[in-house]
């Protein structure tokens, strides 16, 4: 958990629509400036949970802060910036236009609208397009406009939500480049996204959930990351297995090609798992250490809650 | 102010997408043909001249037609222009990167309703000014109460603005233009029914006909524009044929028919603000 102050924090938020529990708990903190990535399957209430927090969708129960004020609060809006996942705009308007209606609706003056919209448009590459009308638009250029319609406010927290989906390697990496930027500036970013690899390499933290729940937030900073170990080991035995619960968790033998697979929750228990294998009279032909991914995490975590068992 | 700017970016769509310019120009098409076919008939009548009381009687027929006619055209604007007015903000999407902005979502709904509004008082001032005027310039025929009359029209216009916006903001557009048309169609059904009712002295049929209009009170408003215009003539059944208004609205049903459209412009304020998107 962050030390700094919380700009998001939803206490047991839930949302039904009938009888269908769109999301059934949803308790998160997050920090100014931080970078923070919300993931899940499909249909885990990724885009409900966004959804209430920007006071599109009324919660059925729970309650949440955001910058200090309720859900929905107009002088919390004030100060946050959202790009949808369906980056639908008005396309006959030209990009310019577009960008000062959405600077009058967060209630910039004439001044400001004008000092913002040049930089903005230049910052997501699209500086020369300011007379081109959105329809004539690709959808990458359409999502570069919608991001800077996130920006316009210098907004406190930015929600995107899969900001990167229609978006070429290059304009990923800009996307990248300037959620270093928000962070630098201490603002926090909200990060709905599945592409794991995109989130791994912009996210401070991140939470998983299933089913409308947080199953687990971990800090990707953290250097006390678990390992993910492959062993060969000559005759293994059912006995070495139960032992080996002992050094990590997710132990199993791959009936395919007679390797073992655990995860242990620190790398310096490598030395001890080897010399107790040698110790106890096994030969030791392979033990190959490999950082976990956020992509092996994603499938242990969300993949399987209930904390036993075979992950991968 | 926003209600302001999202009234200035309705009306800025309608003329963007072309709905302002292609209803302007049908709406000169249709004038063009009404003053041409009013000429010739009239021209015909002029040859065999006979008085100027049948003279102006002519007349008044071809102006009640006329009329009739741009209160149809103005009634389907009202419809087709704003059906999709909230309806199609929230299927697109759009409305996520627009709520989410520091404004009250009934700034937004009723910004609509004024953009709207405003190009239907225009509209529809237009062209029932433009007919007015060019019968009398032809035939030296005016009506009566001319300013009350157009206002009777263009609230027919906002009645059914007002129902389609707050239809709009439950409903899907397809689902919204069905109920506004049927309602339409109920409320003109009824007036027939009340008319000839009238004519008959068939008091049940004249009880539905008012059962019609508290159900969509916008048939009485065309009708007491009518009578405004041309209070003698369309008196007179016989005088008149179809134009005439046999049953007269009440005032008490004008009244209604006012209360009606607030309550359905405050009903789409509230609807909207209640609703998730």
């Given at each position: ?312 | ?207 539905i006909g008012i059962v019609a209009s508290l159900i969509m009170p916008s048939e009485i408003l065309w009708k007491k524009a009518l009578t405004l215009f041309q209070p003698a003539f369309t008196s007179s059944p016989m005088m008149a044929g179809p134009f005439t208004v046999a049953s007269q609205p009440s005032d008490a049903m004008l009244v209604y028919a006012v209360l009606y459209m607030a309550g359905m412009v405050g009903f789409a304020l509230w609807s909207f603000t209640r609703r998730d998107l």
């Amino acid at each position: 958990m962050s030390a700094q102050p919380l700009t998001i924090h939803t206490m047991s938020l839930r949302k039904e629509f009938g009888a269908k529990v769109a999301v059934a708990d949803l308790s998160l903190q997050v920090g100014r400036g931080e970078v923070f990535g919300f993931l899940g399957p499909n249909g885990a209430g990724k885009t409900t949970s966004v959804k209430m927090l920007l006071g599109l969708t009324r919660p059925t129960a729970g309650t949440a802060v955001l910058l200090d004020k309720p859900l929905g609060d107009r002088q919390a809006r004030a100060k946050i910036g959202f790009l949808p996942e369906h980056f639908r705009f008005h396309e006959w308007l030209r990009a310019g236009e577009f960008l000062d209606l959405h600077g009058r609706l967060y209630g910039m003056n004439r001044e400001a609208r004008a000092a913002a919209i040049p930089d903005l448009l230049a910052l997501v590459g699209l500086a020369d397009r300011t007379a081109t009308k959105l329809q004539a638009f690709s959808k990458g250029m359409l999502q570069r406009i919608g991001l800077a319609q996130a920006l316009l406010n210098d907004p406190e927290i930015v929600f995107l939500d899969e900001p990167t989906s229609g978006l070429d390697p290059l304009g990923r990496l800009l996307v990248r480049d300037i959620i270093d930027g928000l962070r630098g500036e201490g603002r926090t970013v909200f990060l709905n996204s599945h592409l794991l690899g995109e989130v791994e390499k912009t996210c401070d933290r991140v939470a998983f959930i299933r089913d409308g729940r947080v199953l687990q937030t971990i800090s990707l900073h953290d250097p006390e990351e678990r390992v993910q170990v492959t062993l060969r080991v000559g005759s293994p035995t059912p006995q070495l297995l139960a032992d080996l619960t002992q050094f990590g968790e997710h132990v199993n033998l791959s009936r395919h090609n007679g390797r073992i697979h655990l995860t242990l929750a620190h790398e310096s228990r490598l030395p001890d798992l080897a010399a107790w294998l040698v110790q106890s009279g096994y030969s030791l032909y392979e033990l190959n250490p490999q950082r976990l991914s956020l992509e092996d995490r994603f499938l242990q975590i969300v993949g399987n809650d209930s904390g036993d068992g075979a992950a991968r | 102010m926003t209600t302001l700017t999202i009234a200035y970016l309705t009306i800025r769509e309608t003329q963007r997408r072309r709905i302002l310019w292609i209803a302007l120009a049908l709406g000169l098409l249709f004038l063009f043909v009404f003053c041409l076919g009013f000429h010739y008939v009239y021209l015909d009548f002029e040859r065999t001249w006979v008085g100027n009381e049948e003279a102006q009687l002519l007349a008044s027929l071809l102006l009640a037609a006329g009329l009739y006619a741009t209160n149809f055209i103005a009634i389907v604007i009202s419809v087709v222009t704003s059906v999709t007015a909230v309806s199609a903000e929230v299927e697109t999407h759009t409305v996520e990167t627009l709520l989410t902005k520091p404004i009250r979502r009934w700034e937004l709904v009723l910004g609509k309703w004024l953009g709207f509004a405003v190009m239907l008082l225009v509209y529809i001032v237009l062209l029932t000014g433009s007919i007015l005027l060019f019968v009398y310039l032809r035939a030296d025929y005016t009506v009566s109460n001319l300013l009350p009359g157009m206002m009777l029209m263009v609230m027919q216009g906002l009645l059914l603005l007002s129902l389609t916006i707050a239809g709009g903001t439950r409903l899907s557009s397809l689902a919204n233009g069905v109920l506004a048309f049927m309602l339409y169609g109920v409320a003109f059904v009824g007036g027939w029914v009340e008319q000839i009712g009238a004519i008959v002295r068939n008091e049940t049929a004249v009880d539905i006909g008012i059962v019609a209009s508290l159900i969509m009170p916008s048939e009485i408003l065309w009708k007491k524009a009518l009578t405004l215009f041309q209070p003698a003539f369309t008196s007179s059944p016989m005088m008149a044929g179809p134009f005439t208004v046999a049953s007269q609205p009440s005032d008490a049903m004008l009244v209604y028919a006012v209360l009606y459209m607030a309550g359905m412009v405050g009903f789409a304020l509230w609807s909207f603000t209640r609703r998730d998107l």
